[in-house]
């Protein structure tokens, strides 16, 4: 059986659980928004086990084979948040057991709690990334303004973005903003130089790989009509070696699913931006028409069956 952790109406979640229903293939959906109606029950043997009861109805985590995880900061949900600290606490009682089982089960898990941790340090998920051989842009992470100015001098074009898996838009820092430089004492701020080029998403599904080129005016794309321009995507291929080493990054990583961000220059040099390890694949693929969605759904059909073959202790 295929596990599905997320929320309802989630659209990369919803493509999966649609492809799954087609194939007639056996599935169970944990809903986040059930949260204060589920309960977790874990046992501990030769293998992590248990039941998930969501609404009265019980999920075997011994059936499991494959997991697929879309979750969302539970604690900003309205039924959790109108039911207080009590709700609160509850909430964090079931995603920690979730959290749990999910780190230690025997299922494969797309992807696991601690690969995915590594998108909350970006300078640790660069390290990986130069460590195979793909370049990063030049780039500060400082709580000192003065340094912030010196950076923005020294390379002329500069970018800001969080630091950590927080979303941010991504900007360039404009003659206007000299003075809220400042503000970078209260929080580190990651700048980066600005590469000039275009974007190509690369998500990688297990051993296919699926690139599409981005072409957009804005300095963060998926922003881009709130940024007054557009985008267009189409699919593309990749050279060799940056294939490569894109699939050699996501196994650094351990994420089997990723999504990463190139930018290749009009001279052809290749940079890695992050890689993200829940991508929202499902905006890619309604514009360049690649099949993500059903690849995945297929990778955790035969994850599933995989498992089930080589049994339970």
């Known amino acids: 059986m295929i596990l599905l952790w997320g929320m309802t109406g989630d659209e990369p979640l919803t493509a999966v659980t649609a492809s799954l229903h087609r194939r007639n293939e056996p599935y169970a959906l944990i809903d986040q928004r059930d949260i204060l109606d589920t309960t977790v029950e874990l046992t501990i043997g ?4 248990g039941t998930v009861t969501v609404r009265g109805e019980s999920i075997s985590l011994d059936d499991v084979g494959a997991v697929y995880l879309r979750q969302y900061d539970a604690r900003q949900l309205p039924d959790v948040v109108e039911a207080g600290d009590a709700g609160a606490a509850r909430g964090a009682a079931v995603e920690t057991a979730l959290w749990s089982w999910t780190e230690h089960t025997e299922a494969h898990v797309f992807n696991r709690p601690s690969a995915m941790a590594s998108n909350g340090s970006k300078p640790y998920q660069a390290a990986i990334i130069q460590a195979v051989g793909l370049a990063t842009p030049p780039t500060l992470i400082t709580t000192d303004p003065d340094a912030a100015r010196e950076f923005w001098h020294r ?22 903003d000299a003075d809220r430089l400042d503000d970078v004492v209260t929080c580190p701020t990651q700048l980066q130089k600005y590469i000039a080029g275009h974007d190509v998403r690369v998500h990688v599904i297990g051993d296919d790989v699926f690139p599409a080129r981005i072409e957009s005016g804005a300095d963060d794309y998926r922003y881009a009509t709130r940024q007054g321009s557009s985008v267009e995507m189409t699919a593309c291929t990749l050279p060799a070696d940056i294939l490569a080493r894109c699939g050699e990054v996501s196994a650094r990583l ?5 999504g990463i961000d190139l930018r290749v220059t009009p001279d052809g040099e290749w940079y890695c931006l992050e890689v993200n390890p829940s991508p929202a694949f499902t905006f890619y693929q309604r514009n360049t028409y690649q099949p993500i969605s059903e690849t995945f759904t297929q990778l955790l059909v035969d994850s599933a069956r995989e498992r089930s073959e080589r049994g339970r202790p």
């Open 46 to 49: 030769p293998t992590l086990g």
């Open 155 to 176: 390379h002329g074009t500069v970018i800001y973005k969080s630091v950590s898996s927080v979303r941010s838009i991504v900007s360039r820092l404009a003659p206007g």
């Open 254 to 258: 351990r994420l089997p699913l990723a």
